[in-house]
């Protein structure tokens, strides 16, 4: 059974500090995505990366993928109370028939 | 234009009863999904359909009937409903099976009492 194991679990932090927040696996994914998602509402896709060792950048926010596809980061920098939310990583396995998601990271920015 | 839309946003109802919850997408996509985020946030795929076919169930109990009566609809019906049951339910579609990214609906919070 493929697992993906985020970390850490709950993050608090001040306005302007910076986050890096981990999703890793023993299993190699196709690609991995990570989402946000808002109070009451659904998961909205951030970025999806599908080479090893792949970096993205999205305005504050980094991801990169790890080299083995196992594993991936997301580092936002100067964070801002708009980043509160939850964060989930999602895997698509290499048969490309499922995907896989974290169990995410909440993340509240205080002002 | 709301691109997955469920129907309803909440739902509280009774131990036994049976409910249906309604999903639509109007983006066009082949591949339609229902999964179930429990109260620590944690999403598991319950069912997938390409092009109106069962592709993914994931041991889910058979209290838990899904219908797509065409490509852009994914209704779940669940039987027999129960405490357990009880957790937000989102509906999801992607252009075609295997694509990365997924679109979700809003959810429907089910609350069985």
């Known amino acids: 059974t493929q697992l993906l194991e985020q970390s850490p679990q709950f993050l608090s932090i001040q306005e302007g500090e910076n986050l890096t927040v981990y999703c890793n696996s023993s299993?190699?994914?196709?690609?991995l995505q990570w989402y946000r998602q808002e109070p009451g509402e659904g998961p909205v896709l951030l970025v999806t990366?599908?080479?090893?060792?792949e970096v993205k950048k999205l305005k504050r926010l980094t991801f990169q993928f790890g080299d083995a596809r196992k594993d991936s980061s997301l580092h936002i920098t100067a964070a801002q109370p708009g980043d509160t939310g939850l964060y989930l990583c999602?895997?698509?396995?290499?048969?490309?028939?499922?995907?896989?998601f974290g169990a995410g990271t909440r993340l509240f920015v205080k002002a | 234009d709301t691109a997955v839309s469920q129907t309803p946003k909440y739902l509280v109802t009774q131990m036994g009863n049976d409910k249906s919850i309604k999903c639509e997408q109007n983006?066009?996509?082949?591949?339609m999904y229902w999964y179930k985020q429990d109260s620590k946030k944690f999403l598991k795929i319950m069912f997938s359909?390409?092009?109106?076919?069962?592709?993914i169930n994931e041991t889910v109990p058979n209290r838990f009937s899904p219908k797509s009566p065409d490509k852009a609809h994914l209704n779940l019906h669940i039987n027999s409903l129960e405490l357990g049951d009880s957790a937000v339910y989102f509906c999801?579609?992607?252009?075609?099976?295997?694509?990365?990214?997924?679109?979700f609906g809003p959810g429907t919070r089910l609350t069985v009492l």
């Open positions: 299993s190699v994914f196709s690609s």
């Open positions: 999602a895997g698509v396995d290499t048969g490309g028939f499922k995907t896989i």
């Open positions: 983006l066009g996509h082949d591949t």
């Open positions: 999801a579609s992607s252009q075609v099976w295997g694509a990365n990214e997924q679109f």
């Open positions: 359909y390409n092009n109106k076919e069962l592709i």
């Open positions: 990366v599908v080479t090893g060792g």
